[in-house]
């Protein structure tokens, strides 16, 4: 595969989008397309966007999967707003998208699939390529199907078979575009079609033949490059938040020196870290599929009362059933972690559309005073570090985490500079081995000064054997107890401990210090936020930028943070819950801007709204 | 170390011998005077010493009603958790920690109401719990509203019209999860429900016990029938493994399988069938599990059926075992190796 002799364009950045049929491989381009770009050393951000269906009917709107991947020679922060590029593998591809493009921007359809029938399916009467009605863009008309089948039929590949590796037909075609390594893509398809050589021939020879078709056509005249970002010095890969939230899991197994045991039940869009972490029983991990959501934190309380390090993946309606669960593990002060990867909500919503609107059930959704801490990470490679500081209060404080991840952070990936293992944090916190009390006696609920966690000591322990339960504990000693004067004190005390765990301050990005405006945020909001910041500043606009991590509780500058500021502007994929706390807590009229289509924010919304806040009050 | 022949698998042996006392735990015991599950807490602690386990590998675990605080009165390890969830939080503790005893102590709304999902799941997948079900018939902590076991009709606070549903018979419902295990006593009966713990506790895997315990505030005399002794010989048979299962004054009832039918009969002379609950087709069992209805009139007690096969836990932990043996350096290097199992590039 030579360079060939076009002309080559430099661009700082590119988003392209590859969009098609749930059939056609969409999701595996996608990745395969950002795995060359990571080894080029651009900086990138990805976003899938698919249908819950598994096969919606073929050719329909409802039907459409899309991968969209953002590169560029300096570090970014989003997936990117608008593509450059839309690759449509049918009518369907490209009517659900075509909205989302900027005037000029190239679109490559695949021909073969604009049938009548096809087009019919998604409403068209006339072809869009033949009416007019994409004047405004750059229109590639590639007969990709038969291309691809044509290329194969010398190997003697079916047509079938030909015509399901179109993808690599067009991956080879914009990975010839934008100049990328292939040697990657070549070794994937040798490992993924191990057994079936004749598929790995087939895909290749179709990626090859994608390859050339963009050298010697006509239709493209120009080839771009997008230089390597520069990063900081480092091992990276590319991963997805829920990857980056399994890693992080069994990071903090084995820096709490615990075996860690998952009780799950499949949901969407938690499922996947289940899935990696059943492939990593070598490190200890025990993982349980339940029979339903309660059994999944049931079997994780009981495994933390056994010593482990006890955890539950979900989504917002798992979190709902587990409520009573939780506060249990509240009223027996065991270690776990609850992980919310988010889904738009209410009921089953749209489970594979994003939303942040878990958090008032996170910090309030469970009966009586049953306060826990909550975190959430800010992008798909923070997952790692946030499961780790999830780990470490759970431990330390004896008690429930909720970590809120959300379908955006969970399904999105970014490049990650590898961590050392000795590097990360030591979480491993001793079990009680010896008696506390006057006498001899063990006293369950004799807490330490400091921390207020109590002691954890697990069956299989001496002289410790001590009972448990639901039921109100007298202080010390975890009898039975319903004194009103101990409830009282237990009450407060329960919400003491959770205020005295110890978090990080909260940061402030105030360029030169003189923003008048804060914007705050929480969770996957940091990266538009941030770009939408960014912008704002090139543009000679001050803007202040704090980001939260812990939620509860909160950080304790916060309200020396907040007050420092004219005004706070709160965006949220949600009603305002945040926005709620911060008011109810800081007294301070900070301002909601909430978005609630199961997408994220564009960095172009955020602009513009703080724009206007920024010049106008 | 040595490890005890009972319940099996990795648990140690006590180096001393306890008694029934070492069981008591010091907290006052506070179930209704004259209520049944009195007694079975003096039968399980007075069997407990026959595990020859140490106390603190034993844990029992409850969930929510009057027979769920049983774990308080015990000097082991245990947990009084929420409503009908005790199978899934032992699940956790059994698979996870393999060298203890897990005992799960329930009732018949805890475990065939709320709970019913999870002691179905725990059944099938053969979880090495021992599940005591005291079988009272009622809600009592809740002050006497029917149960999952009531019979159809049962005028109580919340039906004074009586109950529209049928109950579970629980030896069935557990026969049909699957159980390798099953077995019905009789809180009164300190020696039959020793023999069957002691049985349940020797069974690898889930074993399920439905102790039928009266209720003497809500449900007094439920089980009188096959308690008292001027109707008992006539209403209560007897299953014991390798006899003939024949009842009555005069020994004159036969449990019989007549040609042709898919049940089992109760006849007077007749050819007994000889009782064995090791056969693996639960066919068996559940014929046996029918004779006995709502009202009591033929009430097989003893073990219906006793079965091998792997434990849920044996299994984990095997795969556990086998994938540790791949382990390669520290869990360190370990994590560092997963960590960059991908397609990597490096910044210099």
Redesign the interface.
Known sequence: MSAGAKRVEQLDRVVIRFAGDSGDGMQLTGDRFTSETAQLGNDISTLPNFPAEIRAPAGTLPGVSSFQVHFADYDILTPGDSPNVLVAMNPAALKANVADLPSGADIIVNTDEFTKRNLAKVGYTVSPLEDGSLADFAVHPVALTSMTVGALAELGVAKKDGERAKNMFALGLLSWMYSRPFESTLRFLETKFAKRPDLVAANKAAFQAGWNFGETTESFTVRYEVKPARMKPGTYRNITGNQALALGLVAASVRSKLPLFLGAYPITPASDILHELSKHKKFGITTVQAEDEIAAIGAAVGASYGGALGVTTTSGPGVALKGETISLAIALELPLVIVDVQRAGPSTGMPTKTEQADLNMALYGRHGEAPLAVIAPKSPSDCFHAAIEAARIALKYRTPVILLSDNYVANGSEPWLLPSADELPDISVGFTTEPNGEDGRFLPYLRDPETLARPWAIPGTPGLEHRIGGLEKADKTGDISYDPANHEHMVRTRAARIEAIEVPDVEVEDADESARVLVLGWGSTYGPIGAACRALRQRGLPIAQAHLRHLAPLPANLGEVLAAYDKVVIPEMNLGQLAHVIRARYLIDAVPFNQVSGLPFTAATLENMLEDVVKNG | MASSTLGSRNLPLTPVKLTAKDFK?D?EVRWCPGCGDYAILAAVQGFMPELGI????I?F?SG?GCSSRF??Y?????????HG?AP??????????P??SVWVVTGDGDALSIGG??LI?ALRRNVNLKILLFNNRIYGLTKGQYSPTSELGKITKSTPAGSADSPFNPISLALGAEATFVARTIDSDRKHLQSVLRAAAEHEGSAFVEIYQNCNIFNDGAFELIKDSTTREDHLIRLEQGQPITFGTDNQFSVTHPAGSFGLKVEEGGEPLVHDATVDDPAYAFALSRLSGSDLGTTPIGVFRNVQRPSYDEL?TK??V???A??DGT??????G???K???????
């Open positions: 735990s907290q140490p106390r603190e590998n844990v675990v929510i774990p308080y015990m000097n082991t390890y245990g947990m009084h958790s929420i969830r899934a939080i032992a699940t956790g503790l059994s698979v996870s920690r060298d203890l999902n999870h799941h984990i795969q556990l086998d994938a540790k791949q382990a869990p360190e290097q370990m994590l560092d997963l960590l960059g991908a397609d990597t590039w490096t910044i210099l």
